[in-house]
C-alpha cells in the first residue's frame, strides 16, 4: 500500500511493493509454535495486510529498547513530535507534521480509537507489548486509511497468536518513584483453527511532583477463529480504567526552582480523574474471490467511555467539584481490495453513531457519520507510479468531499522520488462543535477546515548500509479551529475557541540509518515553519531531532545477544502550548517560553534465552528542560526491566 510505513519509511516512498529483504519482511514470529499455517492469515489488523518485522516500529525492534508507552516509540517517526508532561501516565499530545492530535487518526487494527466528544486518544491506552507493529500513513493517502486524518493515520497492529502449546510473556519495568510497569499475556489454541488470548497490565507510580499519582488497570482478551485460510473471524474486548492526580504544572510564581520536587509548589494539590473505557470489536477477513489477492473486511465495534473529573479530591468530605462525561459509539467499517492488469483498486464504506449521555460541557447529543471512500493505484510500466485517493463524508446535515493524488517512480533499486498533491477536510469535533461552559468560550462558530497539501520527497538505499529520506511538505490550513487559554481567577485557565483565517505549515523532515559492522547509527530531524498570515508562532519547536548510537554483538552462539545505546534528543525554544485538565485539551499560552535543549540517555538490553534485560540511565547530564509549559521533564534517574517468554 503506497503509503502504509513505519518509521523506517514513514516519509518516503510511497510504494505498494515488497521490501528489498522480503524474507525478512515475512519472517514469522517466534512465538508461533506448531502453527496450522492453511488457516491462519497473517496480519489481519494491517492496513495493508502484510507485517514487516525489520520496521523501527516493528515490536522486533522495540522490545530491544527501553520503550515504556507508545510515545517513546512516536520520536524515531519523522516529523511527529510527543509533547510530555514529565510525568508517567500524564496526557499527552502527538503532533505530526505540524498537525495535532485532532488531526491524526490512532486506530487498532484498523478501528478507529477516538474519544467520541474529544476526538483524541490517549497514548497511555495502549500497552506495548500488545503491539505487534506500528503503521504510519501520512501524506496524500492518509484521507483513504481514517476520517479526521491531515496529519497521520497511526494504525496499531496487535500480535495475532496461533500457538498449540501455551505460551506465556511477562514483562517487569522498576523505576523512581514507585513506578512500575507490569504486563502478561497467555495464549494458546483451543481448537483446530482457533486461539484464545488474555492480556493485563498494570501501570502506576507515586509521580515525582505532587498531586501526580497515576494507577491504571488494560484488560484485554481475544477470541480467534481461522476457519479456513479463507476466511479468518475474531472478537476482542480491551479495556482500560486509569486514575490519575492533575497538578496543573508549577506554579512559577510561587517556585524557587521549577525543577526540584522538594521546593517546586504545585499549581493544584486535588484535582483529578478517572477513567473507564471499554472497546470492542467484532472483525472479519475474508478472500472471496478465487484471486487470494482479493480481500475484503468487515469490522463491527463499540465503545464506552466514562470520564470523572473532580476538584477537592484528596480533601475531607465530598470533593467539592466533579464533572462526568459518559459517551459512546459503535460503528462499521467495510473495505474489499482487488488487484487489476495495471494496478489495484481499494473501496470502502464507514457508518459510525456517536452519543453523549451526560456532559456538563456539551450536553446531551447524539449524531452520525457516514463516509464512502476508495483508492486506485496505477503502473505505467516501469515508469511512474500513480495513486488517487478520494473520501467522501457526511456529518451534522454537511456534505465534504477530500481527494490525494500522488506520483512516485522508483529510478533504481536504490533510489526514488515521489510528489503529491491533496485537499481534505478536518470536520469540527463534538466538543468543538457544542462546548460551552463557565470555563469554554468562543468567539465565532467553527466549520470544517481544509487542509491543502503539496510535497516532495527522496529515498536512497545502499544495500543494507545506508537508508536516507528526506520530504518537504507545504499545508495550508482555511478556517483552522484554535484552543487558547486566558488567565482566570482559578487554578486552571479558561480557554476560548476561535476560528482563525489561515495557518501555513512548511515541514522538512528527514531520516537516515546507517550500518557498520556491528554499529548502528540512526537519527531523524525535523524543522517546522508554523506561521499565521506572515507572523510565525512558536506552537512548535523550528527544529527537533531524536537520534542512537548503538552497538550490538553475540556471544555463546548467539545464546547472549547484546545492545549498547546512547540516545540523543534535542529541540530548539517554543511557546508550546498548556494542558487544560478540566476540559482534558492542549491550548495555546504566552505565559512562559520553553528554552531549547539537548539530552542524552543510556541504556542496554540484554538477550539471555527467552529473556530480555534492560538497564536504563535516563538524563545523566541531569538536564533541566520542559516539553510543556510548567511541566518540567524527568532529571536523572535509572530503570530496570525484564521481558521474558515461556512456552509450555
Do not use: C
Amino acid at each position: 500500500m503506497a503509503t502504509i510505513l513505519g518509521a523506517s519509511l514513514a516519509f518516503a516512498l510511497p510504494q505498494e511493493q515488497p521490501s528489498a529483504d522480503s524474507s525478512r519482511s515475512q519472517r514469522t514470529d517466534t512465538t508461533k509454535i506448531d502453527q496450522t499455517i492453511a488457516r491462519f492469515m497473517p496480519a489481519i489488523g494491517s492496513l495493508n495486510h502484510r507485517i514487516d518485522t525489520t520496521d523501527a516500529l516493528h515490536s522486533n525492534q522495540s522490545k530491544i529498547t527501553d520503550a515504556k508507552y507508545l510515545g517513546d516509540l512516536m520520536w524515531k517517526v519523522p516529523g511527529f513530535f510527543v509533547r510530555d508532561l514529565g510525568e508517567v501516565g500524564q496526557p499527552g499530545e502527538l503532533h505530526a507534521t505540524g498537525i495535532d492530535g485532532r488531526g491524526i487518526s490512532l486506530q487498532l487494527d484498523g478501528r478507529p480509537l477516538r474519544d467520541p466528544i474529544t476526538g483524541v486518544y490517549g497514548l497511555y491506552e495502549i500497552p506495548l507489548e500488545y503491539v505487534e507493529q506500528v503503521e504510519i500513513v501520512s501524506g496524500a493517502n492518509s484521507l483513504y486509511y481514517g476520517s479526521n486524518a491531515p496529519g497521520a493515520v497511526a494504525n496499531i497492529v496487535t500480535h495475532q497468536y496461533d500457538n498449540v502449546r501455551p505460551m506465556t510473556k511477562i514483562r517487569y519495568l522498576q523505576g523512581p518513584f514507585e513506578y512500575i510497569l507490569s504486563d502478561g499475556i497467555f495464549a494458546q489454541n483451543f481448537a483446530r483453527g482457533s486461539n484464545a488470548m488474555v492480556g493485563f497490565q498494570r501501570h502506576v507510580t507515586d509521580g515525582r511532583f505532587a498531586n501526580t499519582k497515576y494507577d491504571a488497570w488494560n484488560l484485554r482478551s481475544r477470541i480467534r477463529f481461522n476457519y479456513s485460510d479463507r476466511l479468518n473471524i475474531w472478537i476482542s474486548d480491551f479495556y482500560n480504567r486509569s486514575k490519575r492526580g492533575f497538578n496543573g504544572g508549577i506554579d512559577v510564581g510561587k517556585s524557587p526552582s521549577l525543577y526540584d520536587e522538594v521546593t517546586a509548589i504545585t499549581r493544584s494539590q486535588n484535582a483529578g480523574e478517572t477513567i473507564s473505557r471499554r472497546d470492542v470489536t467484532l472483525g472479519a477477513t475474508a478472500r472471496l474471490l478465487a484471486d487470494s489477492s482479493a480481500i475484503s473486511q468487515a469490522l463491527l465495534y463499540y465503545s464506552t467511555v466514562e470520564r470523572e473529573y473532580r476538584e477537592g479530591a484528596n480533601l475531607p468530605g465530598s470533593p467539592a467539584f466533579t464533572n462526568l462525561n459518559a459517551a459512546s459509539s459503535w460503528g462499521l467499517k467495510l473495505s474489499h481490495g482487488f488487484p487489476i492488469p495495471s494496478g489495484r483498486i481499494e473501496t470502502g464504506l464507514d457508518f459510525e453513531r456517536r452519543r453523549v449521555e451526560q456532559s456538563r460541557t456539551v450536553g446531551e447529543r447524539s449524531e452520525s457519520y457516514a463516509a464512502l471512500r476508495g483508492k486506485a493505484e496505477l503502473h505505467f510500466g516501469d515508469l511512474i507510479t500513480t495513486e488517487f485517493s478520494t473520501r467522501g463524508e457526511r456529518l451534522r446535515d454537511e456534505n465534504s468531499f477530500s481527494f490525494g493524488l500522488r506520483f512516485s517512480r522508483k529510478f533504481d533499486e536504490g533510489f526514488g522520488a515521489f510528489a503529491e498533491y491533496s485537499r481534505s477536510y478536518r470536520l469540527p469535533t463534538i466538543l468543538e462543535m457544542y462546548g460551552a461552559d463557565s470555563m469554554l468560550t468562543r468567539t465565532s462558530p467553527v466549520g470544517g477546515e481544509l487542509h491543502t497539501l503539496r510535497g516532495l520527497g527522496i529515498q536512497m538505499e545502499v544495500g543494507s548500509t545506508l537508508d536516507w529520506s528526506i520530504v518537504l511538505s507545504d499545508r495550508t490550513i482555511a478556517d483552522p479551529i484554535v484552543f487558547t487559554s486566558v488567565a482566570s481567577p482559578g487554578v486552571f485557565p479558561h480557554v476560548q475557541i476561535s476560528t482563525l483565517s489561515k495557518i501555513s505549515v512548511t515541514t522538512l523532515s528527514t531520516r537516515f540509518i546507517l550500518r557498520a559492522w556491528d554499529f548502528e547509527l540512526n537519527g531523524v530531524l525535523t524543522y517546522t515553519d508554523y506561521r499565521e498570515g506572515q507572523s510565525s508562532v512558536l506552537v512548535l519547536p523550528r527544529f527537533w531531532s531524536h537520534g542512537e548510537l548503538s552497538y550490538r554483538a553475540s556471544l555463546i552462539d548467539r545464546v547472549l545477544d547484546g545492545k549498547l545505546a546512547l540516545r540523543v534528543k534535542m529541540a530548539s525554544n517554543q511557546r508550546g502550548l498548556q494542558f487544560v485538565p478540566p476540559l482534558s485539551l492542549f491550548a495555546r499560552q504566552t505565559e512562559m517560553t520553553l528554552g531549547s535543549f539537548s539530552t542524552i540517555d543510556l541504556y542496554t538490553v540484554v538477550k539471555l534465552g527467552n529473556a530480555h534485560l534492560t538497564l536504563v540511565w535516563e538524563n545523566p547530564m541531569n538536564v533541566d528542560y520542559t516539553l510543556t509549559a510548567f511541566y518540567p521533564m524527568p532529571g536523572r534517574n535509572i530503570k530496570l526491566g525484564v521481558n521474558w517468554v515461556f512456552v509450555d
